[in-house]
């Protein structure tokens, strides 16, 4: 499995720590070892303009996953997950942890998008956030309280 980070924009961030989250996501869904993902942590003028262009949304959010294709029967190329650091940055503060804590968050809620997780209506939501405990707990992480 391999998990590209990018970081697009100022704040510390802990690479790693999120790189491993989205493995455990990974191995938890049950992905392929030749699994590729793409994280993009960028600012919120970023995210609001794929949010605009593809959700036809005009406002920054957290977090947006773009799934990919199969290529020869297997799920090669899961997608990429973009992740707004000055949306999470905010968010973080409102629920009283830190950054690091909220993008751990943000990149399982990304993954698991890719993994076919759907959020649309109340009872998928719950399903998807308790889907993100689990996967959370083993990888060492705090799911969101």
């Given at each position: 499995?391999?998990?590209?980070?990018?970081?697009?924009?100022?704040?510390?961030?802990?690479?790693?720590?999120?790189?491993?989250?989205?493995?455990?996501?990974?191995?938890?869904?049950?992905?392929?070892?030749?699994?590729?993902?793409?994280?993009?942590?960028?600012?919120?003028?970023?995210?609001?303009?794929?949010?605009?262009?593809?959700?036809?949304?005009?406002?920054?959010?957290?977090?947006?996953?773009?799934p990919q294709?199969?290529?020869?029967?297997?799920?090669?190329?899961?997608?990429?997950?973009?992740?707004?650091a000055e949306?999470?940055?905010?968010?973080?503060?409102?629920?009283?942890?830190?950054?690091?804590?909220?993008?751990?968050?943000?990149?399982?809620?990304?993954?698991l998008h890719?993994?076919?997780?759907?959020?649309?209506?109340?009872?998928?939501?719950?399903?998807?956030?308790?889907?993100?405990?689990?996967?959370?707990?083993?990888?060492?992480?705090?799911?969101?309280?």
């Amino acid at each position: 499995m391999h998990v590209t980070l990018i970081d697009r924009q100022r704040r510390r961030v802990p690479k790693g720590r999120l790189v491993r989250v989205a493995k455990a996501v990974m191995v938890a869904e049950g992905c392929d070892p030749e699994t590729e993902v793409t994280i993009v942590i960028g600012a919120d003028t970023w995210i609001r303009r794929l949010n605009r262009e593809y959700k036809g949304k005009d406002n920054p959010t957290d977090v947006l996953a773009f799934p990919q294709g199969t290529r020869e029967g297997k799920r090669l190329l899961l997608g990429d997950v973009a992740i707004s650091a000055e949306t999470a940055q905010r968010q973080a503060r409102a629920l009283g942890h830190s950054l690091a804590d909220e993008l751990v968050v943000l990149v399982a809620h990304g993954m698991l998008h890719l993994t076919g997780w759907k959020d649309q209506t109340p009872r998928q939501r719950r399903r998807m956030m308790k889907r993100g405990e689990e996967v959370l707990r083993p990888a060492g992480a705090r799911p969101r309280t």
